[in-house]
Nanobody
Framework: QVQLVESGGGLVQAGGSLRLSCAAS????????MGWFRQPPGKEREFVAA????????????YYADSVKGRFTISRDNAKNTLYLQMNTLKPEDTAVYYC????????????????WGQGTQVTVSS
């Protein structure tokens, strides 16, 4: 059974930065797409970023929601079974619970393509 545990959330002022981590256990981490989603207060859970599995000679392909492109960076360390989300130039509208998730072989934007989820970590950006 795959387990995902997020950490790194907190309270930060607008313009600041945070780095989220997601520690994975119970599966073969490097085989699968990993993603970050977020759920703002009173809204649906939405896609933030995804990273494909690493190739033998290439780094993983990354995908971003338009709202975070250029500000957030997703990365993975397969040796540590850990997923990261570096968030820079944070805005109040980034306030949400952030979830990491494990998907399938092919990267996807849809929540339904992800099979395992963490418990979430709160990110609050003050203006």
């Amino acid at each position: 059974q795959v387990q995902l545990v997020e950490s790194g959330g907190g309270l930060v002022q607008a313009g600041g930065s945070l780095r989220l981590s997601c520690a994975a256990s119970g599966g073969t981490f490097s085989w699968y797409t990993m993603g970050w989603f977020r759920q703002p207060p009173g809204k649906e859970r939405e896609f933030v970023a995804a990273i494909g599995r690493s190739g033998r000679s290439s780094s993983s392909t990354t995908y971003y929601a338009d709202s975070v492109k250029g500000r957030f960076t997703i990365s993975r360390d397969n040796a540590k079974n850990t997923l990261y989300l570096q968030m820079n130039t944070l805005k109040p509208e980034d306030t949400a619970v952030y979830y990491c998730a494990q998907g399938g072989i092919v990267p996807a934007y849809e929540r339904t393509k992800y099979n395992y989820w963490g418990q979430g970590t709160q990110v609050t950006v003050s203006s």
